[in-house]
Every structure is written in C-alpha cells, then in structure tokens.
C-alpha cells in the first residue's frame, strides 16, 4: 500500500515537470523553426535584389576561411559532387551568397556553427533549384 501511494506521489510530481520540459523544448524547436525560415527568406530576398550582405564577422580572415571550408564539407556531405564544388569554388557569386546566407542567420542570433548548418541546407537547396544562375542571369537582363 505504501509503495502505492509512493508511486502516485512520484507520478504527481514527475508528470508536471516532464509535461513542462517537453512543451518549452517544443516551442523552443518551433522558435527555431521559425527563425531558420526567417532566416532564409531574408538571405533569398537580398539576393533576388542583387544585393550582398556580410556577417559581423566579415573582416576576420581566417573566420570567413573556416566558414567556407567547413561549408564546402558540409555540402560535401549533402551530396554536392566534388567537380561541382570546384567548379563554384571561385564562384563571386556563391561566396557572396554564403556570406549573405550567414549574415541573415548571425541577424537572428545563431551561433557560428549554426550559421554553417542554415547557410549549407540554403546553398544547398539554391543550388539544387538553380537560384544563383536565375538571380545572375535576372540582374544580367536588368543591366541592360
């Protein structure tokens, strides 16, 4: 009878504050969710204007270093085969969206290995829709 009512009490106790830690890590990962989407939508929309943006990190050589040589590996991972990743390498235009895709995740408070897992997942899924080469070409058309 005693390790009856024992087990009730636990449960009382244990139920609450398991609900609670499982709803705030719920409304945490939709926060998340959220910013990310943000995130991309603001990279996306600068870059359809023809424009850049940096992250606060800009001038620290060997940061942006790290940022596009851990990119490329992670895109590595995704699937990006190694002649394509050559091939934007060099790429003005790719290193100006990273750098963009970055800035708009750093605006939302990711950390910096969090702004390589959105900036990858974004060239990523850009790449695959052939975004930079509609956006190059739609500025090409606009010059003109």
Known sequence: MFAGLLLILGLLVVYPLVRGFTRAKLADMRRTRRLYDEARAAAMATLKQGDFDLPTWKSDLHQ?????????????????????????????????????????????????????????????????????????????MADT
């Open 64 to 140: 942006v270093s790290a940022f596009l040589k851990t990119l490329r590996q992670e895109l590595a991972t995704k699937g990006i085969s190694a002649v394509e990743l050559d091939q934007i390498a060099d790429d003005g235009f790719f290193k100006g969206g990273a750098l963009t895709a970055a800035a708009a995740f750093e605006a939302r408070g990711f950390s910096f290995a969090g702004q390589i897992v959105g900036t990858s997942d974004f060239m990523e899924w850009a790449m695959q829709k052939g975004l930079g080469r509609q956006i190059v070409k739609n500025r090409m």
